[in-house]
């Protein structure tokens, strides 16, 4: 049952107290009243189970205080005395208790030891209400754990699913059995838990249904637990809702509106939900209750500041009331955290965030009374002598002194503190990272550089470790991730760049070891970047494990990038292990304007025949011009750019010499890859491959947008026939998904071909190609449909898509189309920046398949001379307008470039 993952997962408890969650997610089964068992007096044990009983109650008491680790003492000393009597059931009950109490603390592995005997026990018995019960608990250990997959499984059995009306649960699942049992309450727990593990997947649709599903029973014991979670579901899909306007918004997509709408909706409903649980818990005399629903009232006040949800009045009468309430507390974790969230409060018109990875500008509580409140924090950790939730407070107090009051002499003793405790006495490091980062930024405050980095290098260590569980863990972290994870590796890499720069050699060559950290560094953030936008569904297992060094062959060079608040590094990489780095002294959004008029002049291509490179030119010598004698002097032929932020953004072929009168096409063959640990660099035959072409020419149109038709892609699918005779065609209404499974299912195609409108957005659900039958085909299903029926011998080669549409100025959705050819399963992608929609594509497609199937010619290769094809355009053959960039730039290699 138990597997060691859970010797460094609890990652999902940790960082959801960022976010006020510490109150959020409603372990079900917790409303159930700890077991106190009835000692039967023996004659020859008499006096031992009069000893294991007063360690049981004591245990109770321990645990009625808050203090943890007190009552797991009494009650693992009562478990030894009752194993010594063979007493079983009383072993099963303690085991019960000891159970929650680890989940209570984070510590899984345990919880989920003690889960197994009680298991066990229970199914020795043949006690099937039981056995329901305790599926549901161990499912919410794995859901805490970012395993939701996992925790479904224990819960009914299906995952993927859209609609749980008419769903049959699996045999044995929780809920089948507590359905079959006639168990209401633990019918009640299954479902709760299964709405919570859908909302942390992200899908939140069947969150909600299951949700509701529970509320029907209106039991009076589960309400407040009901309307609590419902109300983070939908808060939770409001925040989604707002992205896909914000997507459509750049993609100008009419929908634009409605999705807003949707999110508006849903922030209403949310603070009705929290309103009621807040009502109920009061009406049941749940202080703790009362507290978790008022600070998830003040959340949403922030998280809807746009549309004015909550009045400010109303904001300020719960912060009160939440401070009030305070006091009425028992001691206990959740008070500590209590304390802590409202200590850190932003100002009113400060955005929610995580509170420890940024600072403020202004706090919403007086600096004093925040004092207060961290003071009593660290108190009650301290008696309770939960180790955990002390070392939380010590950082936080650190942080408060870093950010509003600039005092670093106590910022740093408060958070050398939370670092000594996390290291010493816990046995999950998760938080450590945020002390280390933060111990590291307060040095760095104080120009002590040299003493910062060990400590940015330890905090980028332990995320290494905790990436894919914390982005996996809960879906809302996705959109934290530019706060909570991406400024640490941004900051080290700086750091590691900097030194390297100052050990310089006399032709300007970066010092190795610090140099081959920082690109370490710069390609475990694309990783975690590429990960954080595909979400649970991405799997990334390393293909490539050489360093650039290694990798590079004699004629091709890598420029990488790496985009900070004041200046972009641009990093070279040579094949004899040369490597030169330039900075471009530009502000973030200084650099991202220029890009976004680059792009804006090509976009306009579409009108305008004579292309004015200015901007071209500017960025040429901003990026390449630095490079020249370089690539120059090594002979060059191709480059492969691994490129950050929105300089993915940049159809790089179209960069212009003014000096040379050239494209940047014109002189290299040109790559881009999400990462080298994902790409695969083996050169393969295309010659006599065969090729799956999916096609669309005709109108489409998919909730209220319309798709234009084609009417070029019947010339571009006959060219991809005429290169490759193995050719097959699912074509308007033949190219369905279930048409497109069993093809793929019957025969493996080295190369698909999709002709068909593909839209990439800021989030993976606006992801997705059209098909025939006016249906979405996301990449997700895309991926899962090629990893189902290829082996890993069988992987798609090449994924050609010709119509894509990124959103202008959007680098997430860049940043999809990046890592679509991981996504999918194939090991590289020709695919477009814009949707072209002319017969040039035809003519490029053409030329370029032709190329490929050249035993000498690398993919980049084949695209360049199509490229250059449309540039040198001097005969009849293809109309001489379609030398501008407008036509052929927006073609791009991702991927295996060989």
Request: aromatic share 8%.
């Given at each position: 049952m138990v597997n060691k993952i859970f010797s460094k997962s609890t990652t999902h408890y940790w960082l959801t107290i960022l976010f006020f969650v510490s109150f959020t997610f409603c372990v079900w089964l917790n409303n159930v009243q700890l077991i106190i068992p009835q000692v039967s007096m023996g004659n020859l044990v008499q006096a031992q189970a009069i000893d294991a009983d007063k360690l049981v109650n004591r245990g109770v008491e321990s645990y009625k205080t808050g203090n943890f680790q007190a009552a797991i003492q009494s009650w693992e000393a009562a478990l030894k005395l009752y194993e010594q009597q063979k007493n079983y059931n009383h072993v099963t009950v303690v085991s019960e208790n000891l159970a929650r109490t680890y989940q209570q603390l984070g510590e899984n592995e345990q919880a989920l030891n003690y889960w197994d005997k009680v298991n066990n026990y229970y199914r020795s018995q043949q006690n099937w209400l039981k056995v329901g019960r305790v599926l549901t608990e161990i499912a919410q250990v794995y859901s805490n754990v970012g395993q939701t997959a996992k925790a479904i499984n224990f819960l009914c059995g299906a995952s993927d699913i859209k609609n749980i009306e008419n769903l049959t649960c699996q045999q044995g699942s929780a809920l089948q059995i507590a359905t079959q049992q006639q168990d209401k309450v633990g019918e009640i727990a299954?479902?709760?838990?299964?709405?919570?593990?859908?909302?942390?997947?992200?899908?939140?649709?069947?969150?909600?249904?299951?949700?509701?599903?529970?509320k029907k029973s209106d039991n009076q014991t589960y309400n407040f637990a009901i309307l609590n979670s419902l109300g983070n579901a939908r808060a939770s899909r409001a925040q989604l809702w707002n992205l896909r306007a914000k997507s459509a918004q750049q993609q100008s997509v009419s929908r634009a509106t409605e999705f807003q709408q949707n999110a508006n909706n849903d922030y209403q409903q949310a603070l009705e939900y929290f309103q009621a649980s807040l009502k109920e818990a009061r009406q049941q005399d749940n202080k703790s209750g009362e507290m978790r629903s008022l600070l998830n009232q003040i959340q949403?006040?922030?998280?809807?500041?746009?549309?004015?949800?909550?009045?400010?009045?109303?904001?300020?009468?719960?912060?009160?009331?939440?401070?009030?309430?305070?006091?009425?507390?028992?001691?206990?974790?959740?008070?500590?955290?209590?304390?802590?969230?409202?200590?850190?409060?932003?100002?009113?018109?400060?955005?929610?965030?995580?509170?420890?990875?940024?600072?403020?500008?202004?706090?919403?509580?007086?600096?004093?009374?925040?004092?207060?409140?961290?003071?009593?924090?660290?108190?009650?950790?301290?008696?309770?002598?939960?180790?955990?939730?002390?070392?939380?407070a010590l950082g936080a107090f650190g942080h408060f002194y870093e950010c509003q009051e600039k005092n670093y002499k106590l910022a740093w003793e408060f958070t050398n503190k939370a670092i000594l405790l996390a290291d010493q006495k816990l046995k999950a490091k998760d938080s450590l990272y945020l002390w280390e980062w933060q111990a590291g930024r307060i040095l760095k405050a104080e120009n002590q550089d040299t003493k910062a980095l060990p400590f940015y290098q330890r905090a980028y260590n332990i995320l290494e470790q905790l990436r894919s569980d914390i982005l996996i863990a809960d879906r809302d972290f996705q959109f934290d991730f530019r706060d909570i994870i991406e400024p640490v590796y941004r900051q080290l890499a700086q750091l590691q760049l900097e030194f390297a720069s100052t050990n310089i050699t006399s032709n300007k060559e970066l010092n190795k070891p610090e140099f081959n950290s920082a690109l370490t560094t710069i390609n475990s953030l694309r990783l975690a970047e590429i990960q954080n936008y595909f979400g649970n569904d991405c799997i990334l297992t390393a293909i490539e494990n050489r360093n650039i060094a290694e990798i590079v062959e004699e004629d091709s060079a890598f420029i990488s990038s790496i985009v900070l608040k004041d200046k972009t590094g641009i990093i070279l990489s040579l094949p004899n292990q040369e490597t030169h780095l330039e900075w471009i002294d530009k502000s973030r959004e200084t650099l991202s304007q220029n890009i976004k008029n680059f792009y804006d002049g090509l976009i306009r291509g579409k009108r305008d025949i004579i292309y004015n490179t200015k901007d071209a030119e500017n960025l040429y010598e901003l990026i390449i011009r630095p490079l020249e004698k370089y690539l120059e002097a090594q002979k060059i032929q191709t480059l492969v750019f691994i490129q950050d932020s929105f300089l993915r953004n940049v159809p790089m072929a179209a960069l212009y010499d003014k000096i040379g009168k050239k494209y940047l096409i014109e002189k290299y063959a040109i790559a881009t890859t999400p990462s080298l640990q994902l790409t695969s660099t083996q050169k393969v035959n295309f010659k006599s491959t065969k090729a799956l072409v999916l096609a669309v020419s005709k109108e489409i149109q998919i909730d209220d947008v319309l798709f234009e038709p084609l009417?070029?892609?019947?010339?571009?699918?006959?060219?991809?026939q005429e290169q490759f005779p193995n050719t097959k065609k699912l074509e308007n209404q033949d190219f369905t998904i279930s048409n497109l499974k069993k093809e793929i299912q019957n025969t493996a195609y080295p190369i698909i071909h999709v002709a068909t409108h593909a839209q990439f957005g800021t989030i993976p659900e606006d992801t997705f190609l059209v098909t025939g039958n006016n249906d979405k085909l996301t990449i997700n299903q895309l991926e899962t449909l090629l990893r189902e029926t290829n082996n890993n011998s069988n992987l798609v080669e090449l994924l050609a898509l010709t119509a894509c549409q990124t959103a202008v100025g959007d680098d997430r959705s860049t940043l999809g189309l990046a890592g679509v050819a991981l996504q999918a399963g194939a090991k590289s992608a020709m695919a477009s920046l814009w949707s072209v929609g002319d017969e040039s594509t035809a003519n490029l497609v053409a030329e370029f398949y032709n190329q490929l199937r050249q035993p000498k010619i690398t993919k980049a290769q084949a695209l360049q001379l199509a490229q250059l094809k449309l540039i040198n355009a001097k005969t009849t053959e293809i109309d001489i307008q379609y030398n501008h960039p407008y036509y052929w730039a927006p073609f791009i290699i991702i991927g295996n470039w060989l």
């Open positions: 299954a479902l709760g838990s299964l709405g919570e593990t859908y909302r942390l997947r992200g899908n939140y649709d069947v969150a909600i249904q299951y949700l509701e599903a529970a949403l006040f922030y998280r809807s500041k746009t549309i004015s949800l909550i009045p400010q009045n109303e904001f300020e009468v719960n912060i009160q009331a939440a401070l009030g309430l305070l006091d009425k507390l028992p001691d206990s974790v959740n008070k500590v955290y209590s304390a802590i969230d409202l200590a850190n409060l932003p100002g009113v018109d400060e955005e929610l965030s995580s509170p420890f990875t940024q600072c403020l500008t202004k706090s919403k509580l007086p600096n004093a009374q925040a004092k207060e409140l961290f003071n009593q924090a660290i108190k009650i950790s301290q008696r309770l002598e939960d180790y955990r939730s002390e070392s939380y009417i070029n892609v019947p010339l571009e699918t006959k060219s991809i």
